[in-house]
């Protein structure tokens, strides 16, 4: 049986402990917990009425406007090259059931990649990422590796989920170099692209380094906060490769889902052309994430952790490595007992860095930051528009807590 | 690679015809070509705000609803034996990934039964439909199959798609009768179970024969039009097995789709809970449907074809054996070749049997009547509250090119 999806199955425990009234610091869900900004919500709001399926690629505007959006950011696009689906994450799946060959992903890489290779059959081929950055393997470990395997398809994740890192330029070169010389194709899951911290310059896309065999995914769950909306959309590139694979992911997507809700397409072809209402609300959105998540790793980090510094989105990836010696003396071994006594003994929720095919006894775990702006729309409102969010008595106290939770985590334990 | 659904693909066809200025008939697409109600659109435009993932299996809120909806119907249900999805057509693949076993499909049977059977690694049976109504398997010939064959899986559509029937009551129960005998679990797609022309009494839904292993699956996008907003839900067995089902279903789902759009979700719930306007526009639709497609069935048996009478929703199923030979004189010897020859020598879009599953030789193909309400929204409205919706003269010009066509199609070849 295909188990739940470990970050949704962590979202719907926590909240059912809140909904029970248990206190607990919700870490563990990379959901953007903002509001929806009106301009998009009333493009939504004109939309309904629109009630046909229309094509299953997409409407006409919205894979105009997504032909646009990535144009302006460096990647030259046709309509005829973007497919829309109800996420980005039904689009993966039906790119990993169209491409052939088993799967390398980045170690630790997003929960779901080796999830839906395994419901197509395919086999993952785990590779450590570099110390700089998550989301590329390592380009010597790949290199190894392509010496005794003949995998056909190459996760990216650029922006990185879950370490919160974007990877760096000559490492996508060379991962990229390394696809072309094996004839892997890239996945490129660039759904975090629009939230590095610094903004400029843009992270380089696999796609600017293999134009011709790396596709490219997004969405607007990140970076307008929009995950309960279900708007994905993939970029495949221009030529028979990208119109055989289009065909493919089309062809797995009319017999699954049909196409994507017609009224959410219409509010994606509204934010995929870049109104200056959006562009202001994502750059709040980034000013916010970066505070909360740069604010939670000075408490990992002080508390002894190793972890790499954020710089996009809302996720940190914490090694208690440091820290095993106290924490095995407590019966603390790996990434899920970790992962347990975190929740169980302190109320904070994480996911387990065994749930990303990280190494089951490291100590490592994802944290996203990005349910701590309010319980509220109206605190949500308040933390986006305010200059230091961290001042806010809500989040002021979340990451006390934090830090309360990490110190007795971490503390010597009691004499007898 | 998985073509395109056929259905999609037909509609995708005609209507970039019609956008090229070509003169077709389409009566290629299940589409219900209806507006969308004031009350429904609000309740859509009311939530707008809702951008969170929620739960897979569904809001609370519309769980409950839909739990009502099935209680009322007939069906105790408990909102924990529900799930939503982006269409039902998604949780139909979901549970076919879960069920274990090959596949019984009455032949002919909705197009993606079959795909969807083969993307799951499922092998497919067809069984023949009786003479009187479509969606259940002959039962003596299904009780022939079972003693040969072990499938896990028997999918029944009740009311029908392709035929526009209504399975007799004694032939679903004797269905489900052998699936208890052989331990099959019985999946009813009952999407059309609002549309019966004559209203009263509802069909009797296979889980009131085998309530402990049979799954119904229903949705928005037939009864209220609403097929772009993707809005589908299911119902399991109370219990164990139902229990078990459930879990394996959200689990496929959280790792493709996660979730119906939340927006979505929060109008099903309005359409759910049976509110006056909802039915009295159900009501209208029911009557707009039967009005037309009994017309159509007129013109067609006129014209010598062998047609069940339509009973539910929007679709015939002809068969011109009886024209056979002068068919055969123009080179029509099958399903495929009738479809190609109907559009491209009469504009008149339809869908072979072939894509159904039925013997590629025979001379039947699927008609959907539900496109020729309207070109426009006001054209639709008209056609919901005409009396007789016959008169209007975009829907009397599309039956008298239907006859016209069909005329042509079955007349004596001219002398050379």
């Given at each position: 049986m295909v188990r739940h999806s470990a970050t949704l199955a962590i979202d719907e425990t926590l909240r059912a402990r809140k909904a029970a009234g248990q206190r607990v610091l919700?870490?563990?869900?990379?959901?953007?917990g903002l509001p929806v900004p009106d301009e998009v919500a009333a493009a939504l709001r004109d939309a309904a009425g629109r009630n046909g399926y229309g094509p299953v690629a997409g409407s006409p505007e919205a894979r105009r406007a997504a032909a646009g959006w990535f144009t302006r950011r460096g990647l030259p696009t046709s309509a005829g090259q973007v497919v829309f689906g109800p996420g980005s994450k039904p689009l993966l799946y039906a790119l990993l059931a169209a491409l052939p060959g088993d799967v390398v992903l980045p170690?630790?890489?997003?929960?779901?990649y080796a999830a839906q290779s395994a419901l197509v059959g395919k086999r993952v081929i785990g590779v450590p990422v570099p110390p700089?950055?998550?989301?590329?393997?390592?380009p010597e470990r790949l290199a190894r590796v392509l010496r005794e395997e003949r995998p056909g398809v190459l996760v990216l994740t650029v922006p990185d989920n879950p370490t919160g890192t974007v990877a760096r330029a000559e490492h996508v070169r060379a991962v990229c170099e390394l696809a072309e010389r094996h004839g892997l194709a890239v996945l490129a899951?660039?759904?975090?692209?629009?939230?590095?911290?610094?903004?400029?310059?843009?992270p380089v896309s696999p796609a600017a380094w293999l134009p011709a065999r790396t596709v490219v995914t997004g969405g607007l769950s990140k970076s307008l906060a929009?995950?309960?909306?279900r708007i994905g959309f993939a970029r495949v590139p221009a030529g028979p490769w990208g119109e055989e694979l289009l065909a493919g992911v089309t062809g797995v997507a009319s017999e699954i889902?049909?196409?994507?809700a017609a009224p959410t397409q219409a509010a994606a072809a509204y934010v995929l052309d870049d109104p200056p209402a959006v562009l202001a609300h994502v750059a709040a959105a980034r000013r916010l994430h970066a505070a909360v998540v740069r604010a939670a790793h000075a408490a990992f980090t002080e508390a002894g952790a190793l972890c790499r510094p954020p710089e996009a989105g809302f996720y940190l990836y914490p090694d208690l490595a440091p820290l095993r010696a106290g924490l095995a003396a407590r019966g603390v071994d790996g990434s899920a007992a970790l992962a347990a006594a975190l929740l169980d003994e302190h109320g904070v929720g994480v996911l387990p860095g065994e749930a990303f095919g990280?190494?089951?006894?490291?100590?490592r775990f994802r944290v996203a930051?990005?349910?701590?702006?309010?319980?509220?729309e109206a605190e949500r409102w308040r933390a986006l528009r305010a200059?230091?969010?961290?001042?806010l008595p809500w989040i002021a106290d979340a990451l006390d807590r934090l830090r309360a939770a990490l110190a007795a985590l971490t503390a010597p334990p009691a004499r007898p």
């Open positions: 919700h870490l563990g869900f990379g959901e953007a170690a630790p890489a997003w929960v779901s700089e950055a998550g989301g590329v393997p390592d899951d660039e759904i975090y692209g629009e939230l590095v911290h610094d903004g400029t310059p843009p929009l995950g309960g909306w889902w049909s196409s994507a990280d190494e089951p006894g490291a100590l930051t990005s349910l701590l702006y309010g319980e509220t200059d230091d969010p961290l001042a």
